[in-house]
């Protein structure tokens, strides 16, 4: 067995570390239970799904269904304070397992630093004050590179299967967490002191397959649903062909970048790949380029969504401490807490402010203001709701969970194009009223229904023209 070398210049990390997040974290709860904006769509819909235990569900795996699920079932309460709860504490823990891995790589001070700054990026202020799955994959993810790390270093057994198991609750959070392997791959390629042996690699593999298999084997039986959602975001790998590269999305995408991980940080880290010299620093940016690289590419094919990256930033971080000088981490982190603030003071104090008469917040603003007033229309004439608009599905199940409303979306016409299609479709051969919310009007074959009244949406759906009708199902089974 090879010796875990000694590192007596890595104690001492712990408190001042704990200090720091425990004192970030706890800002951050007391901000959430002042927030006043609304759950977003996305968060809405993983509410839903931790309504029924899966192993998988339409568009991402399922430990954040499950997660939501067991902290609103603790708590007694599906608040939207509640559903986001996880995010601040989950962020905070990745903190500090971020924090151990660069102790064992620089030391005390690069351990405090990097809990810092990950603590106070900008996409950990964002990634705090509402729940998603990058959040929940995040200590997951850390984690898995910890225990690569001492793998490396000890060749334990013990070790292998924390790194496997690591990665697949990470896979179970976002599949995105695929990025991992990627990154370790390359890092004993480049680093070859960081081989971990073929039978440690082989546990890890066996761990990792582990935990995965259950949302494998829901994928097998549910027609590939994920599969097939990644392969809609991803549209020119189901066409076959690129419409040609798309420079100005790429620029867009790379800007992005820059808000999402600071621009400090983000030109430490730039830096530091092209200056990768030592095996350490070298290892990092293994870890680092794989989601960098490949989302680039998404963009300058087609398109992409600024968090697609955000794994990266994981190992990012502690690159970014190892190159920036005293004055230039004091000052990433200056920058970083005018993020963490004016995200802490948006949520709390919106809708102000309002340039132009419009919040700044407004995409998060009058769902459930919206869902409220739908209920109480269909509760008022006595029938159920439908919709094709899946922003305005996500919110009434989660507003109307109480209300005693049935809900449903479109029948599929071949396979579901969502959660809702998938799971709560209009029955075929309905009978009956019922109140159909739309953007456009709708003639069920004598002229245009008048409207059953008028929503009149703030926030999000300020002048969207959301309106509804009362009509009967012969309307919708003649044209879904």
Known sequence: MKPEPSRPEAGGWLGPVLAIVAAVTAARVLALAFDRTDLFVDEAQYWLWGQRFDFGYYS????????????????????????????????????????????????RGAAIWTAALYVTLPFTAVGSAMISTDTVMAPFFAGGMLFFWRLGESRRAGDALALGLCAGFAFMAKYVALFLPAGIVLAVLVAPARRIGWGNALLAVLAFALVIAPNVAWNVTHQFATLEHTMDNVGWVREGESAGLNWGSMGGWLAAQIAVFGPVTMGALILGVLRARTAERRVLAALTLPPLVVVTGQALLEKAYANWAVSAYLAGVILAVLVLPRWGRWLALLTNLVAVTAVAALTVLAPW???????????????????????????????????????????????????????????????????????????DGFAGRILVIRRSPIDCGAGPVPPAGMLNGSGTWEGKGVTPYVVPGECLNAAP
Not at 73 to 86: E, I, M, N, T, Y
Not at 403 to 416: E, H, K, S
């Open 353 to 427: 402010p309002a340039p132009g008469g419009k919040p700044l917040l407004n995409r998060y603003l009058g769902r459930t203001e919206l869902s409220r007033r739908i209920l109480a229309l269909a509760t008022a004439e006595g029938v159920p709701v439908y919709t094709s608009d899946r922003d305005i599905l996500a919110d009434l199940f989660y507003t109307g969970r109480d209300a005693g409303v049935t809900i449903y979306a479109p029948r599929p016409v071949g396979r579901p194009m969502n959660y809702y299609e998938q799971n709560f479709p209009l029955p």
């Open 60 to 107: 991402k795996p399922p430990l954040i269904g499950w997660l939501i699920r067991a902290v609103t079932d603790l708590a007694g309460s599906s608040a939207p304070f509640w559903v986001r709860l996880p995010a601040p504490v989950l962020h905070g823990l990745t903190g500090v397992i971020l924090a151990a891995l660069a102790a064992r790589i620089a030391g």
